[in-house]
Each structure stands twice: as structure tokens, then as C-alpha cells.
């Protein structure tokens, strides 16, 4: 009986396990998938950038007065990390 309980607190402790490393899999794939968005995402915004540079020169100066705004470009460079238990 002690051996039967034994054997099912193993198995049941391997399933966790194994769901645990999935997850785990997942997660650096979901963290690969938002670095591409965001280096995809920054590459358009200095495109359309450019874009916007060449056809309004005279909006230049403007545009250097205004702060910066949050875009994709502002965090491309930063990673996902794990903080917690």
C-alpha cells in the first residue's frame, strides 16, 4: 500500500514538473516573439520617420521642440526577466 502511494506521489510530482518546463519553453518563445515584434515595430517607426522627414522639412523644427513620446523604439532595447517566485 506504502509503495502504491509512493509511486502515484512520484508520477504526480513528474507531471508537475514537466508542466512546469512547458511553461517554462513557452515563455522564452512568447519572449523571443516580443523581441522580434519590437525590433519590427521600431525598424517601421524609423521608417515612417523618414518618410515624414523628407516630405515636411519645415515640420522639423517643430517636432524638435515636442518631448519624445513612448513608442516601440523607446523600448526595443530592454528584455523580459523573470523578478519573482
Known sequence: ?????????FLTLGCF???AQTGQQQ????????????LAAAAASKKDKARN???EEPKKEKEDDQKPGINAETF????FRLIGP
Request: charged share 35%; proline share 0%; hydrophobic share 40%.
Open 1 to 9: 500500500m506504502r509503495s502504491l502511494a509512493t509511486l502515484i506521489s
Open 76 to 79: 526595443a532595447g530592454l528584455k
Open 27 to 38: 515563455k522564452a518563445q512568447n519572449k523571443d516573439a516580443d523581441k522580434k515584434q519590437a
Open 53 to 55: 522627414e523628407k516630405k
Open 17 to 19: 514538473i514537466s508542466l
